[in-house]
């Protein structure tokens, strides 16, 4: 089992920051691959970026140059600094972690998420 707590969200103007953070607890292989969702009410959960305990990352077009997400292993906590954000970043983030990346959707473990608010 995996206990996943989100937090940093907030509200920011366009142009701001924020860095969220996502503190693991429980069984480390689980938690190899680790990743940021977003959500928008009535919209369907879109992957953001996700990390592996190699270093490979990968993004979405959007946030490609704005967004970087790493992870501490000694503290087991991944994090995603989000820069030049906009107000399309506004959503719901959720952080999740597998064993493998492409099992972070349908057999991941996930956190309660943190609200982003980016306004014009």
């Known amino acids: 089992q995996v206990h996943l707590v989100e937090s940093g969200g907030g509200s920011v103007q366009a142009g701001g920051s924020l860095r969220l953070s996502c503190a693991a607890s429980?069984?480390?292989?689980?938690?190899?691959?680790m990743g940021w969702f977003r959500q928008i009410p009535g919209k369907e959960r879109e992957g953001v970026a996700n990390i592996n305990d190699d270093g490979d990352t990968t993004y979405i077009n959007s946030v490609k140059g704005r967004f970087t997400i790493s992870k501490d292993k000694a503290k087991n906590t991944l994090y995603l600094q989000m820069n030049s954000l906009k107000p399309a970043d506004s959503a719901m983030y959720f952080c999740?972690?597998?064993?493998?990346?492409?099992?972070?959707?349908?057999?991941?473990?996930w956190g309660q998420g943190t609200q982003v608010t980016v306004s014009s």
């Open positions: 429980g069984n480390a292989y689980s938690t190899y691959c």
């Open positions: 999740a972690a597998a064993i493998r990346c492409d099992w972070l959707v349908d057999h991941g473990y």
